[in-house]
């Protein structure tokens, strides 16, 4: 049976725990329902629907992962796909179960952030990500 996540709140706290251990600065995870809603309601900028996002506070500056509360099994799919295709050969060995998908999403997303990396920089957050979570996936 394909991989989804219906409640991703269940590992928020843990994801939370892994975030402060590897960012440099104080960072919020909100499991929120739906990404692009949650943007339009703040007239924030958003693009596209993506399962997690990185943000940071007009106001205050501070650091913000949004992580999409369910995933089904064609979002994961696609994600798996495109961290393949940069190169990370082992990406479906590797983050088959929930817990590693979303540490690996999660940190990715930590990796915009930390590293002032845009949206053309995806290939290097993948392989931060993974090499947080102490793997090789090439
Ligand atoms: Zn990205």
Known sequence: MAMEITNAEEYRESLAVLLRRQ???PLEL????DIAEWCAARQ????????AMAVVDGQTGLWGILLRRRINANQIASVLS???????ERTHEILNVPTKFLEHTVLHELAHLQNGWNQ?????CDRWAFERMGLNAV
Do not use: H, K, M, S
């Open 44 to 51: 924030e900028e958003g693009r596209g629907n993506p399962i």
């Open 23 to 25: 960012a440099n600065q």
């Open 82 to 88: 495109r961290i393949e295709y940069g190169g990370f």
């Open 30 to 33: 909100l499991v929120v329902d």
């Open 120 to 124: 053309d920089r995806e290939d290097d």
